[in-house]
């Protein structure tokens, strides 16, 4: 299973750093990906790693200003967001996918966490 947290209330321009931990299963080889939901929409992507070459992939609402990472020392996967508007709250969700490029495709992750809430006021 996977672990999301670092989630809390921040104000526009302000950063926040996720991190997502695996547990009962290898994660170190598989593809990482955060996804979020906002009250009221589908989930999206927002930003994907892959285990294989460290090839990543973004959102083009978040591009430049957030980071996705690797820690294998800390088996854990971090999504450093900087510059947050009131448009990035929602909940956001780590997800495992046994695809070897960085995919924005929800239905091919096999593991899920529970969803941290990140909310940024204006």
């Known amino acids: 299973q996977l672990q999301a947290s670092g989630g809390g209330l921040v104000q526009t321009g302000d950063s926040l750093r996720l991190s997502c931990a695996g547990s009962g299963f290898n994660f170190r080889i598989y593809t990482a990906g955060w996804f979020r939901q906002a009250p009221g929409k589908a989930r999206e992507f927002v930003a994907a790693m892959s285990y294989r070459d460290g090839k990543t992939s973004y959102a083009r609402s978040i591009a430049g200003r957030f980071t996705i990472s690797r820690n294998n020392a800390r088996d854990t996967v971090d999504l450093q967001m900087n510059s947050l508007k009131p448009e990035d709250t929602a909940v956001y969700y780590c997800?495992?996918?046994?695809?070897?490029?960085?995919?924005?495709?929800?239905?091919?992750?096999?593991?899920w966490g529970q969803g941290t809430l990140v909310t940024v006021s204006s």
């Open positions: 997800g495992a996918s046994g695809y070897t490029a960085p995919t924005s495709d929800e239905y091919q992750y096999s593991y």
